[in-house]
């Protein structure tokens, strides 16, 4: 970011975006982004008015000085010549207390309006959402009105309407005021008709209203008793909202509803509090404001919502926010985070408390104390545990509060906004060094997180990819053997998926589908490395070499096939190592030591750079709207996700897929989710990237992709990612569910859905593959296994449930085997394990094979000498379950079947097991 920029983000982007909240939350209410820009135009002016009110009132102020100098300046000047005057005009300014800066007073409004219009205008004129659009007579707001027609001639009405609209409301207010003052705002109107002329007709419009509004305000303190006026108008308004969400929304739209009532009833208090205040007898006292008191506060929210909350969670898994292929460092995510935050909390903030009456004054310094508690203990205590957040900042399960919790929340903070309003009444000397202390405080928490952040980012250099012969290579005489980790792909949809697409099912001949399988756990970092390297590197065997750190074991399961096949004078080939190094970007330096490995990232590999600038911009305005939302109360932090768009508009026309996706119901969706994209382009580029040799010699190829783990709706019926995805005639597939051999698979929740799609979209995609190695001769000389780490718990086979929340769904991965020249596709119900996979590989092909690193056997035997003992670990996260043992967890067994549930066995206590007994 170079300082222009931080100097617009400081100062325009807080206006910006709040421009986009409101309009995006119009355009879903009202359904209309047109009709917005008149809601957007309403609500912007209604929140300025107390800051143009303020101002109007300092310019009056200051014309009132300047008439009231007029003629001792006028007598001076005629009077005295040179420096003489110079130093009379100085004594007779500070006689009256008056400064050269006082007549800055007088240009207050023309000020204010400046960074608006630019707000404004940054917005409006790239809001592709708009193109196209009509409104009334305007055919297209997206581009100038072109309304007056004469001849050859085209003609925009609006920005002369505009115009005259703004000369008669000049003319209104200026009566009484100085030359220099109307030639201001004459020139200003001037100057908005030639600057606005050709712009698009939806920023011309809004401006239109700005003025109208101007107009009518004029209009209306001119009249007797206007603070009464407006306060029944205002209630009036109110009343009108209110019945609006009550009869015009039902209940699918429930928060829509919810926030129009909300916003009625808040029109109604001013006339409220006006009629209680007649009422009730305040003992009347001076104010006294604290500008200490409202800096630190300010300081507080600034540090909290800008630095402290994005670092802490980039901090989390900084590598996560990185693409090795186009590089951004996350620390510029709180960068901006931290220069949005301060130019709401400490610029414009402040402006308005400048402007404002000791009273209001008084009344800010109180509320910037009470909104600091909130926001701290609301981000600390309450929507700590919404499960998995990407780095696209979208939670995988969504945000779902109960009524309970939002309850319990918004009884704490009438409870702690109660009890800090006392404190800063009665113990007023208290609040300025407790913020103070806070301030610190806020400041040192954050420190380690950039320590973290910046080391992590550092280690990345490391990783970028040096090979360049970054292809995947096969032989068309010499044996190929293929393993592809497909991460959390479910075993159990392969008879749907099949039953579904016949075509599909045809690509895969050859295949032998296993459909009685377990993994060893239902995360990664516990269920990838048996996978990886067999049954020594099971979560209980693992436990049991508590003298080695379980990176180091993690790191050695991944090279035990890439160098038992390297030993045997395999070309070989790793790409994407899941968690090599313990890195959320792999770290293919593991396999440095061997010469012979060629290793490299495709992950995002295969995306545009358009896409991968839209997903960095993305970032770099949501992580502030990110933190914001956790200090917010429950019941508004839905709102505010916005099923983790944060009530962005579409702004971007250029970019064919605009991220992330948007779902309406089960159907319908907009845009895509940037993890997926960036597997699932890895997948369509396999033909493009593999290159047949003409000679004998094997090779073998172990490759992870997270296509399948990354859910989001697809357009059927080929699965395929769109910007605008619309099933609505495929609806009736999943009504009832499927049924295939009478099993059905339930498809009632969203979730169930979209990783239905994306297993179908990965499997589509693999066979496409398939066919390419047919053509290119070099399919039967392969051997190819396709296995997961790990399922999910889907709750869609009844059958399958284990109780409570427990189902053996979450330990079915898929596991599919084509040997050499098999030619049939065949189901297999032989027990089997993820654990089995480096023997299926090995088999044949390496006589006896051994473990290179503890030189014993690799077998299956191991599955039918006891029960599988699985972890039911949640402590996924490799960035603190990194010891030399497996955290504490629950455990679960299982032996033979694991469609029957009477063989599965789960404990209730977590424990660290080292051996195969369930406790």
């Given at each position: ?6 100097l ?10 709040v ?7 119009a ?12 809601v ?38 005629k ?9 009379i005009l100085q ?9 050269p ?25 790239n ?16 581009s100038?009105?072109?309304?007056i ?11 002369i ?18 030359l ?38 004029t209009?209306?303190?001119?009249i ?8 029944i108008?205002?209630f ?6 209110i ?6 929304y ?22 409220i509090?006006?009629l ?18 409202f ?14 909350i ?5 901090a ?44 209001g ?54 409870v702690?906004a109660?009890?800090l ?26 420190v ?5 952040i ?6 990345v ?16 005489s ?7 980790m ?9 008879p ?11 690509q ?6 296993y459909?009685n ?39 050695e399961?991944?090279k ?11 070309k070989?080939?790793?790409c ?81 897929l ?16 940037s ?17 047949v ?16 783990h ?17 099933n ?26 979209s ?5 179908m ?24 296994i396709l ?6 718990d ?5 059958k ?8 053996v ?18 189901t ?13 590989a090995?088999?044949?092909v ?18 039918t ?8 670990s ?20 299982v032996?033979?079947?694991i ?6 066995k ?6 660290v097991l ?6």
């Amino acid at each position: 970011m170079s300082f222009l920029s931080i100097l617009d983000t400081l100062l325009i982007g807080p206006l910006k975006l709040v421009f986009e909240v409101i309009f995006s939350i119009a355009t879903q209410i009202i359904g209309h982004p047109g009709l917005a820009i008149i809601v957007l135009s309403l609500i912007m002016n209604i929140l300025v008015l107390p800051l143009y009110r303020r101002a109007d009132a300092m310019q009056e102020e200051a014309r009132d000085v300047d008439l009231k100098l007029k003629d001792g300046v006028a007598h001076i000047k005629k009077t005295f010549s040179g420096d003489e005057r110079m130093m009379i005009l100085q004594t007779y300014y500070q006689q009256n207390n008056y400064s050269p800066l006082s007549a800055l007073k007088g240009s207050v409004s023309l000020l204010l309006e400046i960074p608006f219009f630019m707000a404004a205008y940054q917005f409006l004129s790239n809001l592709s959402i708009l193109d196209g659009v009509s409104l009334g007579p305007i055919s297209d707001l997206g581009s100038p009105d072109g309304l007056i027609v004469l001849g050859p001639i085209t003609l925009n009405l609006l920005p002369i309407l505009m115009t005259l609209i703004n000369v008669i409301s000049s003319y209104l207010y200026l009566k009484g005021f100085p030359l220099k003052t109307k030639i201001q705002l004459y020139a200003m109107a001037l100057f908005f008709l030639f600057f606005l002329y050709d712009s698009p007709s939806c920023l011309v419009f809004y401006w239109t209203l700005n003025n109208l509004f101007s107009l009518v305000k004029t209009i209306f303190y001119k009249i007797k008793n206007p603070k009464k006026v407006l306060e029944i108008l205002t209630f009036v308004m109110g009343i009108g909202f209110i019945v609006f969400g009550i009869f015009f929304y039902g209940t699918p739209h429930i928060k829509r509803k919810l926030l129009v009532i909300l916003i009625g009833v808040l029109l109604m208090c001013p006339l409220i509090f006006a009629l209680a205040s007649k009422h009730i007898t305040f003992k009347k006292r001076e104010p006294k404001p604290n500008s200490k008191m409202f800096l630190l506060g300010s300081i507080v929210l600034t540090v909290l919502f800008g630095i402290l909350i994005p670092s802490t969670f980039i901090a989390a898994s900084p590598q996560e926010y990185i693409d090795i292929s186009y590089f951004h460092s996350p620390i510029w995510y709180i960068v901006s985070s931290a220069c949005l935050s301060a130019g709401i909390f400490l610029v414009w903030m402040r402006v308005f408390y400048w402007l404002a009456s000791p009273l209001g004054k008084e009344i800010f310094d109180k509320l910037v104390l009470i909104l600091s508690g909130v926001a701290l203990v609301n981000y600390m205590f309450f929507g700590t545990d919404l499960g998995v957040i990407s780095a696209a900042l979208k939670y995988e399960d969504g945000m779902f509060f109960t009524l309970l919790e939002q309850g319990v929340n918004l009884a704490v903070i009438v409870v702690l906004a109660a009890a800090l309003y006392f404190i800063v009444t009665k113990f007023k000397r208290v609040v300025v060094p407790v913020l103070l202390t806070l301030s610190i405080a806020l400041v040192g928490m954050s420190v380690p997180n950039f320590v973290t952040i910046q080391k992590s980012v550092s280690a990345v250099t490391a990783k970028l990819n040096s090979d360049s012969d970054e292809t995947i290579h096969l032989s068309d005489s010499g044996k190929n053997v293929i393993v592809i980790m497909l991460d959390r792909a479910l075993g159990q949809y392969i008879p749907y998926l099949f039953n579904e697409s016949p075509e599909l099912k045809k690509q895969f001949e050859g295949f032998t589908y296993y459909n009685n399988v377990v993994s060893h756990g239902w995360f990664t970092n516990t269920g990838a490395p048996s996978l990886l390297g067999g049954y020594e590197y099971t979560p209980v065997e693992m436990n049991k070499r508590d003298d080695e750190l379980l990176v180091d074991k993690h790191n050695e399961a991944l090279k035990v096939m890439p160098v038992a096949f390297k030993n045997e004078d395999f070309k070989v080939t790793v790409c994407d190592p899941v968690y090599a190094g313990y890195q959320w970007i792999p770290d293919v330096s593991i396999y440095d030591e061997y010469s012979d490995i060629r290793s490299f990232i495709t992950e995002g590999k295969y995306t545009s750079k358009d896409s991968k600038q839209q997903f960095i911009d993305n970032n770099t305005r949501n992580f502030f709207c990110f933190s914001l939302m956790k200090g917010l109360p429950l019941f508004i932090q839905p709102t505010v996700y916005d099923d983790g768009n944060y009530n962005k508009a579409d702004s971007n026309a250029e970019v064919e897929l605009t991220y992330p996706q948007k779902e309406d119901g089960l159907n319908k969706a907009t845009g895509v989710n940037s993890p997926f994209m960036n597997s699932y382009n890895t997948l369509t580029a396999l033909p493009g990237i593999t290159n047949v040799d003409k000679d004998s010699e094997n090779t073998f190829l172990l490759l992870t992709n997270a296509t399948t783990h990354e859910p989001q709706l697809l357009q059927m019926p080929d699965y395929v990612p769109m910007q605008n995805v619309d099933n609505t005639e495929y609806s009736g597939k999943y009504k009832d569910g499927i049924t295939v051999d009478g099993v059905t698979l339930k498809m009632n929740e969203f979730l169930q859905v979209s990783h239905y799609q994306v297993n179908m979209a990965a499997l589509k995609q693999m066979g496409n593959w398939f066919d390419h190695m047919r053509k290119n001769g070099v399919f039967d000389n392969t051997r190819i296994i396709l296995a997961s780490d790990h399922g999910r718990d889907m709750h869609q086979i009844d059958k399958l449930a284990l109780g409570g929340e427990d189902t053996v769904e979450a330990f079915f991965p898929l596991l599919m085997v084509k040997d050499f020249n098999s030619k049939e596709f065949k189901t297999s119900s032989t027990f089997m394990t993820t654990a089995d996979v480096p023997y299926l590989a090995m088999n044949g092909v390496i006589e006896n094979p051994t473990n290179p690193f503890t030189n014993k056997p690799i077998t299956m035997d191991e599955k039918t000498a006891h029960d599988q003992l699985i972890s039911m670990s949640n402590d996924w996260d490799v960035a603190e379950n990194n010891g030399e043992e497996f955290m504490p967890s629950r455990w679960a067994s299982v032996k033979d079947n694991i469609w029957d549930v009477s063989n599965w066995k789960v404990s209730s206590e977590k424990t660290v097991l080292k051996e195969h007994k369930l406790p």
